[in-house]
């Protein structure tokens, strides 16, 4: 069975299903390759006027990139070429989606993360559910957000992108729509009659195939059963993420005694101190970058992290051994200096 699986109506419905279930639709270099291929295709192709973008099963539409074969990179010269094939695809791809001039809807329902919020989250239209777990969670295995995190973070309110980009955090669908990463909300249940009625309608009718689409979703959205927690915690993240530096962030949360402080702080503390510094000038720079320009400083820090020991040790300690217990070679920011850190925005390949 295919690891991507497209189909087309007669009435111009596209469809991309990531079809790895089992794997919660990890993307590997061959899936990415495809589906550049046919949007490519797809384009120009006056038989397609929508795309619908979704995972197969239960689990998630897309968990990210597949780690495992990125940690293959630190084996040879040939693997670390090849993972850099990888991500040169993926941003391409990305970037198709993001450029596209038909309209796309993602369905982010369930575990959405990583490279799967990279492949979605230039869709026209993003609905997410009840289900829905959302996070760049890079920094958990001591890489950075890539996928072109610098340019959509930043479209957060406030420092909410710093935030989420340095802490991991997990989100449900009312922060996600919050944090402007998806644009409606509709429960799980009423995914198949939306779906039944977009591929009923003939959109070779319509002349406007995106407002149509929007009147649809609109038909079909609702509140989220559950409030979310970014904009009650807006000013906190505010006050202490504005800072240029991480050692000012957390003197900052370490002068704050409330619980959401205190436990921001442990969180941060117990990230890889290459991975945080690096991560925040990403984010301070793609403040100004365009998406494109955002993607092409991902590559040169995608090639320098698979040349860093603790990116490996890492992915050792969350995806092989899972003992979570990462023995980093800088376990200090005082030991991480401005000049390793500019290293890692210097092309390298």
């Known amino acids: 069975m295919s690891e991507v699986l497209f189909s087309i109506t007669e009435n111009g419905v596209a469809t991309i299903t990531l079809n790895r279930p089992k794997a919660i639709n990890s993307l590997n270099y061959q899936m990415i390759v495809s589906i550049k291929s046919k949007l490519i295709q797809w384009e120009d192709d006056p038989a397609i006027r929508i795309v619908i973008l979704q995972g197969a099963g239960e689990k998630g539409f897309c968990a990210g990139g597949d780690i495992k074969t ?22 391409k791809t990305d970037q198709l989606v993001a450029n596209f001039p038909k309209p796309i809807l ?28 959302w996070a760049m969670p890079e920094m958990n295995i001591g890489f950075f957000p890539d996928v072109g995190a610098a340019y959509f973070l930043n479209k957060a309110p406030g420092q909410i992108g710093r935030y989420l980009a340095l802490t991991a955090k997990v989100l449900k669908a009312s922060d996600v729509i919050y944090a402007n990463s998806a644009d409606a909300f509709i429960p799980s249940e009423s995914l198949n009659s939306l779906f039944e009625l977009i591929n009923k309608t003939d959109w ?17 959205k609702r509140e989220p059963e559950h409030t ?97 217990n990462p023995q980093y070679n800088y376990k200090q920011l005082s030991e991480v200096s401005s000049m390793m850190v500019d290293s890692f925005f210097q092309h390298s390949f």
């Open 70 to 91: 990125l940690y293959q990179s630190k084996e040879s010269e040939a693997a670390f070429k090849q993972s850099i094939q990888f991500f040169q695809e993926e941003y």
């Open 204 to 220: 070779h009718q319509d002349e406007n195939p995106a407002a149509a689409l929007d009147k649809m979703i609109h038909n079909f």
């Open 228 to 324: 979310g927690k970014l904009a009650s915690i807006q000013l906190e993240i505010d006050k202490h993420f504005a800072h240029s530096t991480v050692e000012e962030i957390i003197e900052s949360l370490e002068t704050d005694k409330s619980d959401f402080s205190l436990q921001t702080m442990k969180t941060l503390q117990s990230k890889s101190p290459v991975s945080l510094k690096v991560t925040l000038r990403q984010l301070i720079e793609g403040e100004m970058k365009s998406l494109r320009d955002c993607l092409d400083t991902d590559l040169t820090l995608a090639a320098n992290f698979l040349r860093s020991e603790d990116f490996y040790e890492g992915v050792r300690s969350v995806v092989i051994d899972k003992d979570q």
């Open 106 to 133: 993602a369905c982010l329902d369930g575990i959405v993360m990583g490279g799967g919020i990279g492949l979605s989250q230039g869709a026209s239209h993003r609905i997410v559910t009840e289900r829905t777990k």
